[in-house]
């Protein structure tokens, strides 16, 4: 609640109900529903048990997300909510209220609190909605099921008193509470300890489990009743298996034994998606064995820092189970002593939904790359490449890169440094280093259009750092001089820290290397070396904060040996200064994302139109609520003056690739002007809650910017008096590269939707669309379904429900909408299969919910 802002009524009730125990205690009975949540969420934040003990009690949802709100961990939180899961289950008659059914102890994303608290605007997101579990129970049969607890854990070392506590608690009420675990972490535990935790959990609940346990296998072989019962497993991640120690255990017999006894338990792991294993010993010959047990396709095999024999290599390419990966992984496996070809034949086999690999740390050679080329050059779907630490001439290097001419989705590359960098103590070679890899990019910058790639050495032995070039040349921090060059004041991860102080292994990631920016080359004004800072900009109030001054009037002073760079700006509010003063301290070309998320008018946008201009590096922005001043009205001079003074600064923006524009007064029979002027293509485009015209929707299938969009949304533009031909039109010229569509509350009818069918079944790589919110009968909606069926790559759909679900008075018939969604589920099951699908009403008006259909039916809160 904003300073100016009086207390809402809802507010003042809760805080009156606080302030005497007795009271709420007394009045929960009849209090109403809307004053549960902010009440609960006030007297956790005040630590008032007995009030949540007693609210626990008489809770009138079926389901209490507990876990969102213990950031921290809170023993006497916990024991207050379960002493009130007792009560509940000693009163004997049910409370006049719905009975608690779920207990959520995960810190998860949910939109509960929020959305009952007033801070959001009702819009639940598909997600939330998705995940909110079907709770529709009669009174009898609540009476006899078992209450559902849900937690992820995750044992380090020894169990804290917060789980020590709901273990026991659980276990001691066995007959009544079920108690369930999504995601289980192990870390260093003894077996006898785990076992006694998973007798109280329910096994077939575990959907992720990660052993990172350093147990030998003997010990590992204790473990495999339990990982008999998991049969929901869909992630699974093994690290640190070692062999055993104890030399009467360690024949080759033994281990056969050990190994075959664990592996074939993946017989009955049916859901298993993803497996991962790091260090783990039994993975040398017997991979054959193991995927021999597998019976659903996995989508990500991880195999790092492991031994792998040439039988092993032969039985990944062999297997049935890894035909359909999408992310593969075999850092620090050792292939240089290995024929390639059994790889050749795998990647060959993933070509259509290989999305990631990783081959850093594999010490491979020429002739083993050169292999490969030809398989992977078909594998179109990868958007991340990592060779790092891999031996590769410069020849074979170009020839990768050209082979890499039809990977169009690719995002992230990273390329080892040629062999030609090093001397013969495989010392790097910094004139060759600087000058062989722009070489390469030019090459690869002549094959396509790359988006971020890093060339990198070896990690130098002494600092642990690379000497890395993506456009401009950075090496270790052994080849720079002492003196501070840069100083990073970002909220951004780096492993800096923790390896000085002995807590990292000193092997940096890829990603965390191209986040710290070394620089070699420091520039230099007026023969004064120049510091630079590196800082990105949130301004959330109208004026600049203390800090903010103090760092403004520092730099300004110390232009000639400071140099600011900003990569993200974003306006909060609307300022009470000028915006471009911050462009006399700030480098204008170091801005990549410029962001307005307050509600701006045209005067104030105006002011930094300028200031546009020399921003040449834009990647990203956005405009959120951009405005007419109210004393403009019918000015159209003043309006007009406006726009084409913040339009004619675009040409200047040659590499900005992501524009979204959410309620921008300007769009209306101008969008002409807006996209004519951009050079580049464009891959994300956002209109949203604009007003548009026919001459608008005709100009964008015509544009040459958007023609390879890979993102479009247009979500709360109103079709419904447009051309329905405009928007199939569009759709034709981005069947190519369209990755996600967001058409939700577009307004669009029975009519419209007939018109793009014909174009959105050929946009083959959508892998999200999003119909929520418009006016479908069932027909329409099955045909939409049955334009569907080439589009197999999809892992998100979401539909609105069919008009026929809704009664005269536009209330959910909820027997109607069971039916009619499980239906047209099914027709989309009989074309193909869906990954993550949702059939979503309108809004409820009494509970501001919705009804959600996704395999089985949630109906909202007054049902």
């Not at 959907?207 to 998991?230: A, C, I, K, P, R």
């Not at 189970?321 to 060959?348: G, M």
């Not at 996600?740 to 959508?766: E, H």
């Amino acid at each position: 609640m904003s300073g100016q802002d009086p207390p809402t009524l809802l507010h003042l009730a809760v805080q009156s109900l606080l302030r005497d125990e007795a009271l709420a205690i007394s009045a929960l009975q009849c209090l109403p529903r809307v004053l549960f949540p902010p009440l609960f969420k006030e007297a956790f934040n005040h630590g008032q048990s007995n009030i949540l003990r007693a609210m626990v009690a008489v809770w009138p949802f079926s389901f209490l997300p507990l876990g969102t709100l213990m950031k921290t961990s809170h023993l006497e939180t916990l024991q207050a909510v379960l002493d009130g899961v007792d009560m509940l289950r000693t009163q004997k008659v049910l409370p006049r209220r719905g009975k608690l059914q779920v207990l959520d102890l995960r810190n998860v994303q949910h939109n509960f609190w929020d959305v009952w608290a007033g801070t959001e605007d009702g819009e639940c997101s598909a997600e939330a909605v998705g995940k909110k579990p079907a709770v529709k129970r009669s009174p009898r049969y609540a009476l006899r099921q078992r209450l559902k607890v849900v937690a992820d854990l995750c044992l380090r070392f020894h169990l804290n008193e917060q789980q020590t506590y709901l273990l026991q608690w659980a276990q001691q009420r066995r007959s009544f509470i079920r108690l369930c675990c999504v995601k289980m972490q192990i870390w260093a535990l003894p077996v006898y300890t785990v076992r006694k935790v998973l007798m109280v959990f329910q096994p077939d609940s575990i959907q992720e489990l990660e052993l990172n346990t350093g147990w030998s296998l003997s010990t590992l072989v204790h473990f495999v009743s339990y990982l008999d019962q998991m049969r929901n497993l869909q992630k699974l991640l093994l690290t640190r298996i070692h062999k055993n120690t104890f030399k009467v255990l360690n024949t080759p017999s033994d281990i056969q034994k050990c190994i075959t006894k664990f592996v074939s338990q993946f017989s009955k792991l049916n859901c298993l998606q993803h497996l991962s294993m790091n260090g783990v010993y039994f993975s040398s010959e017997h991979m054959k064995q193991l995927f021999r047990y597998l019976k659903t396709p996995l989508e990500t095999l991880s195999i790092t820092v492991c031994k792998l024999s040439q039988l092993d290599l032969n039985s990944l390419s062999q297997s049935q189970s890894l035909h359909q990966l999408k992310h593969l992984n075999l850092r620090l496996v050792k292939l240089i002593d290995l024929y390639p070809t059994p790889f050749r034949d795998l990647l060959s086999s993933v070509a259509g939904t290989l999305q990631t690999l990783e081959l850093e740390g594999c010490w491979m050679v020429d002739s083993q790359l050169i292999t490969l080329l030809p398989a992977l050059s078909q594998c179109s779907q990868l958007t991340r490449v990592n060779f790092y630490d891999n031996d590769i001439s410069m020849a074979v290097l170009k020839d990768l890169l050209y082979h890499t001419a039809n990977l169009n989705q690719l995002i992230q590359e990273l390329y080892p440094a040629p062999l030609e960098c090093y001397d013969d103590r495989g010392d790097v070679r910094v004139g060759r280093f600087a000058q062989l890899c722009p070489e390469l990019m030019d090459t690869l910058i002549t094959v396509r259009q790359p988006k971020r790639v890093s060339f990198a050495t070896h990690m130098c032995h002494k600092c642990c750092q690379r000497c890395i070039y993506d456009l401009e040349t950075r090496l270790c921090h052994c080849w720079q001089s002492c003196k501070l060059q840069e100083l990073d004041l970002r909220d951004a991860q780096h492993n800096f820290w923790n390896f000085w102080v002995g807590t990292e292994d000193g092997v940096c990631s890829p990603d965390v290397i191209s986040e710290t920016r070394p620089v070699v080359y420091s520039p230099r004004r007026g023969g004064k070396q120049v510091v630079t800072v590196w800082m990105n900009l949130s301004l959330k109030t109208r004026h600049l904060s203390k800090y903010l001054k103090y760092f403004y009037c520092w730099a300004k002073q110390r232009k000639e040996v400071v140099q600011v760079m900003c990569p993200k700006l974003e306006f909060g509010t609307t300022p009470s200064y000028n915006p471009l003063m911050l462009l006399q301290v700030f480098e204008p070309s170091s801005i990549e994302e410029f962001t307005v998320s307050a509600r701006w008018n045209l005067r104030t946008l105006v002011k930094i139109a300028p200031g546009l201009s020399q921003m040449q590096n834009f990647q990203k922005i956005l405009l959120n609520g951009i405005s007419v001043p109210f004393e403009w009205f019918g000015n159209r001079t003043m309006i007009n003056q406006c726009i084409t003074e913040i339009i004619c600064q675009i040409p200047e923006l040659r590499k900005i690739q992501h524009l979204k524009l959410n309620d921008v007064c300007f769009l209306n029979e101008q969008l002409d002007q807006v996209l004519r002027c951009m050079e580049s293509p464009l891959e994300t485009l956002s209109i949203t809650r604009c007003l548009l015209s026919n001459a608008d929707m005709s100009y964008l299938s015509q544009c040459s910017s958007i023609h390879m969009l890979k993102h479009l949304d247009l979500s709360g533009v109103t079709f419904l008096n447009l051309d329905h031909l405009l928007l199939g039109s569009l759709l034709e010229i981005l069947t190519a590269t369209l990755l996600t569509l967001q058409l939700k509350g577009c307004m669009i009818m029975d009519f419209q939707i007939s018109a793009l069918l014909p174009a959105l079944s050929q946009c083959t790589q959508l892998i999200e669309v999003n119909f929520l919110k418009n006016f479908l009968s069932v027909a329409s909606i099955r045909k939409l379904l049955q334009h569907t069926a080439k589009l197999t790559l999809l892992t998100r759909e979401l539909y609105p429900a069919p008009d026929e679900v809704y009664d005269d008075f536009g209330d959910v018939h909820p027997d109607r909408f069971n039916q009619l969604c499980s239906e047209l589920m099914e027709t989309l099951r009989a074309i193909r299969q869906p990954k993550e699908v949702c059939f979503v009403s309108k809004r409820c008006p009494d509970c501001r919910d919705f009804s959600v259909y996704n395999m089985e039916t949630t109906l909202c809160s007054c049902w």
